[in-house]
């Protein structure tokens, strides 16, 4: 199943503000549209939508069974009525992080970085999903989307500023922040 993010002039969630982390940034568009298919969906119009990215859910890569076990026991779905503040992060990795092994990428993912105990205390208030995006043609390797209600918006903050102070960040060449309320 594909989940392909427009940012365009129409879309569920508005825009407040898109930010450049590192690298280029995306252009500014005024709403998102979260669209799950079997197929990646395409722009209605070329001119409503400025931007697309696509991505799949995928298997763990670098999560060991006690660390799914935990997450699945805390993690929120994505969807919940009173999450109407969401955020989506496109990375890009370097080619050094791909030049590493599997094993060597989880050393710094967790071991070092503790991406996921690190994280834990964050849910279950914010919910998140990683789609994967590398083999498709769109130039990040993640998108990771979040949601949380408006009085977590600073611990999302707080969440983004432990992760981006690891290791593993160090290995980031582009990453956007996309921050959306959803439409009602």
Avoid: C
């Avoid at 370097?94 to 050393?107: I, P, S, V």
């Amino acid at each position: 199943m594909f989940t392909t993010f427009r940012g365009g002039q129409s879309g569920g969630w508005k825009v407040t503000s898109i930010a450049r982390v590192k690298g280029e940034t995306l252009p500014k568009v005024a709403a998102l549209s979260v669209i799950s298919s079997e197929a990646i969906a395409l722009p209605l119009l070329p001119s409503s939508t400025a931007w697309r990215l696509a991505g799949v859910v995928s298997n763990l890569r670098y999560t060991e069974r006690e660390e799914k076990d935990q997450l699945a026991a805390v993690e929120p779905k994505l969807g919940r009525s009173e999450a109407t503040h969401a955020a989506l992060i496109p990375i890009r990795k370097t080619a050094a992080w791909w030049a590493l092994t599997q094993e060597e990428r989880r050393k710094i993912f967790e071991d070092k970085s503790h991406h996921i105990s690190g994280t834990l205390k964050y849910l279950p208030a914010i919910a998140r999903q990683l789609f994967h995006s590398r083999d498709l043609g769109v130039p990040f390797d993640f998108l990771t989307w979040f949601e949380f209600a408006p009085e977590h918006a600073e611990l999302f903050d707080e969440l983004l500023g432990t992760l981006r102070a690891t290791e593993e960040w160090a290995y980031v060449e582009r990453e956007v922040d996309v921050r959306v309320v959803r439409e009602i």
